[in-house]
């Protein structure tokens, strides 16, 4: 089945980067994109942006535009997203999602 | 910039039928598709509905959507409700870069 397996919880200063993975089963890697996206406590989703894992293309959403990283390691079936300059803002769970339907079980990152 | 606002709550009681809204701004709901996402508190989220109205493997049809230009809304209905239904329901589309957009979420309360 269907499966998107994401790395362990983080826990990082202001100022510092984040790296997140997603591994996926159960399917074709390169057939289906990768997006990403994160909740604050209390809040509701945001979009961070996503890679075509056929060719690498990457889109994001402006916020994050300049500070935010998608690649994937298509022999490792892995997608990653780096998020630097970290502030407590940008403390979350983060989430993988291959549209519409395969979610990752998300990631906890807290900044302090 | 195109905006989704959904009701912050609604409630009804088990066996009844309730329509969470989720309405467009800054643009025409019907111009992308929308998808409705499901969130049990302290879990991930699990999409019931995309692309307008398919659900997933394993979601049972008393999930429906539809939408209505003329109210440039979304709507997703449960029906019958039962108490497993409570939980935080999301929609999303794409703005005109094909970001892509949430709305606020709504708190359903099985009575």
């Known amino acids: 089945q269907v499966q998107l397996v994401q790395s362990g919880a983080e826990v990082k200063k202001s100022g510092d980067s984040v790296s997140l993975s997603c591994k996926a089963s159960g399917y074709t890697f390169t057939r289906y994109s990768i997006h990403w996206l994160r909740q604050a406590p209390g809040q509701s989703l945001e979009w961070l942006g996503w890679?075509?894992?056929?060719?690498?293309?990457?889109k994001y959403s402006g916020k994050f535009q300049g500070r935010v990283t998608i690649t994937r390691v298509t022999s490792a079936a892995t997608s990653y997203m780096q998020l630097t300059s970290l502030t407590a803002e940008d403390t979350a769970v983060y989430y993988c999602?291959?549209?519409?339907?395969?979610w990752g079980q998300g990631t906890p990152v807290t900044v302090s | 910039n195109f905006m989704l606002t959904q009701p912050p709550s609604v409630s009804e009681s088990p066996g009844k039928a309730v329509t969470i809204s989720c309405t467009g701004s800054?643009?025409?709901?019907?111009?992308?598709?929308i998808q409705w996402y499901r969130q049990r508190p302290g879990s991930a989220p699990t999409t019931v509905i995309y692309e307008d109205d398919q659900r997933p493997s394993g979601v049972p049809d008393r999930f429906s959507a539809s939408i209505d230009s003329s109210s440039n809304s979304a709507f997703l209905t449960i029906s019958p409700l039962k108490s497993e239904d409570e939980a935080a329901y999301y929609c999303q589309s794409y703005d005109a870069t094909s970001s892509w957009v949430f709305g606020g979420g709504t708190n359903l309360t099985v009575l």
């Open positions: 999602l291959s549209p519409y339907v395969h």
């Open positions: 890679i075509n894992t056929g060719n690498g293309t990457t």
């Open positions: 800054g643009g025409s709901i019907d111009t992308n598709f």
